[in-house]
């Protein structure tokens, strides 16, 4: 997630025109057009900075501009630069031999078919940051969470302070997945940033997070203390609708004196969850959600639960993404101190905050608890030039070990083992120098995922990377075979 892109929003659910369609790139001129803004803009750097860079570079400490390192168990195979979308790239859904490559200019489905050799099989431009991107079948989800003229994909951008916008999640049918068609719209409150899907028989359910980040917003101003819970039939998907907006930190609640701050009448200063991630196996959520990481029950998905939250407010700066181990007895939560943008990753930061925060999970069912153990950060610094911080991962399915890849923006890719809860430990990496020596750019991995026996890394910059690690301690994951990953819809690896 970037934080710095324009919101807000009008509070209701709209359904998609009927007849609407995706504008797809092919051999013709494109009728939308992506918005140049949507990208984020390199910011100066001082003369100072730049000349530690070099420095740096020229000492051996980081890498040169663009360069490629990478552990010795990890392989790069491939890269595959950005298409006609030029936005920033966003995050990666799988199913069968296909990877789905959101970008705030739209999305590409690539045919992996072949990993050293991926096809782009079709780039769909519809801009709305950040698309966060999720498939079920014959539907694909996108998250829009900037402020549009309309839900189209001919829409232009907004400013924040017109309340007469729109926000929401937009659904493709992806049947053909060389002409995606856009079938269906819901508004939400305050957008949609990220999504996670539960799948329910006939329906998929659309856990939807987003956040109020001030009260200079007319549309989306705080509390906003809940997610918006769509259903979507999955036969009938121009039905979808908003069903619940469960709140998650209520006000006056006796057992959430940490997100009140204990004053009767005054609303947590959490508004709304960055990310979920659902373990449906185990009818459990956890949630990321600015200031607070929570455990809930999903054993009634239009009605998810709270068991447990918990706050760090020595090293998290905003809770980000969480990540269950299969065992479903840690979760792994994300600080993405700095909303992506920053250089967090030096010895003036250190090793605690931007890391990964590893919890265990204590107790069975809705007495469950999350109780802290460690810390976990990429132990090779970064230059001042490069925005580093930890961002969205996976977990590689090796049976009793607890093992991630995980994206660091311009940190890179690191593959660690949090089998020991307390002393978590990276095992492989693969990284870039930085994207500039004497300015902040921002680029990077935003999301690294491992599915059927590799890794694929979406990097906002450079475009689609094939990794393969080479590792006695992961290659037993080789043999685990999947028809489909949503990283936020956990599945079990396992029987």
């Known amino acids: 997630m970037l934080h710095a892109h324009a919101r807000r929003r009008r509070l209701a659910v709209a359904t998609a025109a009927a007849g609407l369609l995706a504008t797809l790139f092919a051999a013709g001129p494109a009728a939308a057009t992506p918005d140049p803004g949507d990208a984020p803009a390199a910011v100066g750097a001082s003369k100072e900075l730049a000349a530690e860079t070099r420095a740096d570079i020229a000492n051996g400490l980081i890498p040169g501009q663009d360069e490629i390192v990478h552990s010795d168990n990890i392989e790069h195979l491939t890269n595959i630069p950005k298409g006609a979308l030029q936005g920033t790239n966003s995050d990666l859904a799988f199913q069968d031999n296909y990877a789905f490559a959101g970008n705030y200019d739209g999305f590409r489905i690539f045919d992996i078919s072949d990993p050293k050799n991926p ?46 916008s729109w926000e929401g999640m937009k659904i493709f049918d992806i049947k053909d997945k060389a002409n995606p068609k856009y079938v269906a719209s819901v508004e939400t409150n305050c957008g949609s940033h990220t999504h996670s899907l539960v799948p329910d028989g006939p329906n998929v359910y659309i856990y939807v997070s987003s956040y109020s980040p001030a009260d200079n ?19 009938a998907p121009e039905q979808a609708k908003v069903v619940n907006f469960p709140v998650l930190f209520p006000a006056d609640h006796p057992e959430y004196p940490g997100g009140n701050d204990g004053i009767p009448g005054k609303v947590s200063k959490t508004t709304g969850c960055h990310d979920i991630t659902v373990l449906p196996s185990k009818k459990l959520a956890a949630g990321a959600c600015m200031g607070d990481g929570i455990l809930m029950s999903i054993k009634d998905p239009e009605h998810p639960k709270v068991i447990d939250q918990v706050q760090d407010n020595v090293n998290f700066a905003f809770w980000h993404s969480a990540t269950f181990n299969q065992d479903a007895d840690k979760v792994v939560f994300t600080d993405e101190l700095g909303g992506g943008g920053a250089a967090t990753c030096n010895a003036a930061v250190g090793p605690n905050r931007g890391a990964d925060g ?8 809705e007495k469950a608890k999350l109780v802290f153990r460690s810390y976990f950060k990429i132990p090779r610094h970064q230059a001042d030039t490069e ?13 009793g070990k607890d093992i991630m890849v995980q994206a660091w923006y311009q940190g890179g890719v690191s593959v660690w083992d949090f089998t020991d809860s307390a002393n978590p430990k990276e095992i492989g990496y693969f990284e870039r120098g930085p ?43 080789k043999r685990v075979k999947l028809d489909r990953l949503n990283v936020q819809t956990q599945p079990e690896y396992f029987d």
């Open 358 to 365: 590893i919890y265990d999970i204590v107790g069975k069912g």
């Open 217 to 235: 917003f007319p549309d989306c101003r705080p509390p906003h203390d809940g997610i918006s819970v769509i259903k979507v039939p999955r036969k």
């Open 119 to 164: 096809k782009t099989v079709s780039e769909v431009l519809c801009p709305g940051s950040q698309n966060d991107i999720s498939v079920s079948g014959n539907l694909l989800f996108l998250s829009t969470d900037s402020s549009r003229s309309d839900d189209s994909c001919n829409s232009t951008p907004q400013s924040a302070t017109i309340k007469d």
């Open 387 to 399: 925005n580093c911080v930890a961002h969205n991962g996976s977990l590689i399915p090796v049976k």
């Open 435 to 477: 994207l500039s020596t004497t300015q902040m750019r921002t680029g990077g991995s935003w999301s690294a995922y491992y599915y059927n026996g590799h890794i694929y890394s979406n990097d906002i910059a450079k475009g689609f990377d094939v990794l393969k690690i080479n590792d006695k301690l992961t290659d037993p994951a």
